[in-house]
């Protein structure tokens, strides 16, 4: 089993640094999910993860405070616009951009309601 956990570590660490560069792509869903596998799978893994100058850093910020930065929040959200106007421009059917408004609406809610670091 904690060879499971690690490969989905690993797979979770490997998506967030690609959504580090791209710009519709989450990273720290990705992390936090990484530093949950590597804490079922691997001491020294969690402990790289955690002790990262670029990766920990809004791992410790969440499990800390549940705060994300300013920064972060301000990605996301142009993030999900740039969703919502990619699919109306690719005629995304009325009903499904409906949905994909709600979900984005309520995925940004809570995003602007934890705190910001």
């Known amino acids: 089993m904690q060879f499971l956990w690690g490969a989905l570590g690993f797979c979770a ?33 969690h402990t790289w993860l955690m002790e990262h100058p670029r990766l920990g850093p809004p791992i410790r ?25 990619i699919s109306w421009l690719l005629n995304v059917p009325v009903w499904l951009l409906g949905i994909q408004a709600v979900v984005l609406t309520c995925a940004a809610a809570f995003i602007w309601s934890r705190p910001s670091v």
């Open 13 to 45: 660490v490997i998506l967030a640094v690609i959504g580090i560069v791209t710009p519709l792509l989450p990273t720290v869903p990705f992390l936090l999910l990484a530093a949950f596998s590597f804490s079922k799978s691997s001491t020294r893994l």
């Open 61 to 85: 910020n969440w499990e800390a405070h549940g705060a994300i930065s300013t920064m972060a929040k301000k990605l996301s959200t142009v993030s999900m616009i740039a969703v919502l106007a």
